[in-house]
């Protein structure tokens, strides 16, 4: 037989259906996100929608169980008293954390140099962003450099880019800290295992099959144990970020399952480096919303600077050549880089084609902490596909003897 409380029957515990009590988590999610230094304008509104007509002043509960608990009661008494409560902590003002001014810090913690990944290109523990037209050769690019900062000393140069002309080409460095080799997770949505397998192999040993430990009996765990590959279609999780799956839309975004299982493959491999491939796939939100993008990029940043791990999201150009959605993905990461072209050689007059040659350039629009680069990488296909540097070329034919059609038919 079921039992009264506060005049109301209650249905025995092996029949009752609990269901998490909204106001309860709220109250609980907003004190924590106070002590932290911070608002949580979804809570604030839960709780202040809660509120009886009647409010004064009151003492804090314990827990927001027992706030909810209170406003549930048939008592006018006890949902006073818990208004009350909620108002009191409506009204507090965030709390500033000591580490958020400068003047609590020790001067020997702000004598600290930034560590780079790339030496004036990437900078550690931030978030960055590669973007190029579809097909352009992306993702080669991507795991070149995962590659090149994986690989231990032992199985190669620890340049990450192969130079085909050996001098005269500017390729970005490694920096100091990650030459002896760092761990490196590669994150993808678009290929499969096979696909990045031989696009590795191909990076590792320019697409011949003559050369000692050729892909054909190569295993990249020994080989690079730095190196790991997630299959995040393979994972079954969808995207990273968005709205929670049979929640409203309007909701504000959060890190979805597959964000907090990228995130924690990657700590958990101790990565210095999470490539992302693509941020089409991963961000499942309005990518003109200022705000979200703002907030979306500031947890990958704030989780970054917790793990010492740079993020790189490997992004689609718009039509016109641009990246794709609000000018925030420009201002709130710490790096841009972009692959395009650039046509080399006089320009003709105004009444002659142009038949000038387009050569693929890697250029970085934007670094913050280090001067920009003055100079992009100049780029030309090799066998298998793999991207190689070159010297800039002065426009009076082709620098190598790759054909056209190759480059043009390899894609990401």
């Known amino acids: 037989m079921n039992e009264r409380r506060n005049g109301r029957p209650q249905i025995a515990a092996e029949t009752e259906h609990i269901q998490p009590d909204p106001v309860a988590e709220a109250y609980d999610k907003f004190k924590a996100a106070l002590a932290a230094g911070k608002d949580d304008p979804e809570a604030r509104s839960i709780l202040q ?15 927001g169980a027992d706030i909810a608990e209170a406003l549930r009661s048939e008592s006018a008494v006890e949902q006073d008293r818990a208004g009350k409560t909620i108002q009191a902590l409506l009204n507090q003002q965030v709390a500033i954390p000591d580490r958020a001014l400068i003047s609590n810090w020790k001067p020997e913690e702000l004598r600290v140099s930034r560590p780079f990944l790339l030496e004036d290109w990437l900078p550690s523990g931030r978030p960055a962003i590669l973007f190029a037209d579809g097909g352009v050769g992306k993702t080669w690019l991507a795991l070149a450099l995962c590659a090149g900062i994986a690989r231990p000393p032992a199985t190669g140069p620890q340049g990450w880019l192969h130079n085909r002309e050996k001098e005269n080409v500017s390729i970005p460095v490694i920096g100091d800290e990650f030459r002896l080799g760092a761990p490196v997770l590669f994150a993808t949505y678009e290929d499969e295992m096979p696909d990045l397998f031989y696009r590795l192999s191909t990076i590792r040993f320019g697409g011949t099959d003559g050369q000692p430990g050729d892909w054909r009996n190569w295993e990249l765990p020994v080989d690079m144990p730095n190196l790991q590959v997630l299959d995040m279609v393979g994972l079954g999780l969808g995207p990273c970020w968005g709205t929670p799956q049979g929640e409203l839309t309007s909701r504000r975004n959060e890190l979805l399952p597959a964000g907090e299982a990228v995130r924690k493959v990657a700590a958990d ?20 919303d200022r705000g979200s993008v703002h907030e979306f990029l500031r947890s990958w940043d704030e989780w970054g600077r917790v793990q010492s791990c740079t993020t790189l999201f490997i992004a689609h150009t718009n039509k016109t050549g641009e990246f794709s959605g609000s000018t925030a993905w ?3 990461v710490r790096t841009r880089w972009h692959i395009g072209y650039e046509k080399i050689g006089p320009k003709p007059k105004s009444n002659q084609p142009d038949t000038r040659e387009d050569i693929p350039v890697l250029t970085c629009e934007k670094v913050n902490y ?3 680069p003055e100079h992009g990488v100049y780029l030309v296909r090799g066998k298998g596909g793999r991207w190689e540097a070159i010297a800039r070329p002065n426009g009076t034919g082709r620098t190598n003897d790759h054909d056209e059609a190759e480059r043009k038919n390899l894609g990401g």
């Open 269 to 288: 491999h101790g990565a210095r480096l999470l490539v992302i491939d693509s941020l089409a796939a991963c961000y499942a939100s309005n990518e003109n």
């Open 370 to 372: 280090g001067e920009k």
């Open 330 to 332: 420009h201002n709130a």
């Open 49 to 63: 929608a809660a509120l009886p007509a009647r409010l004064e002043a009151g003492a804090a509960a314990p827990a």
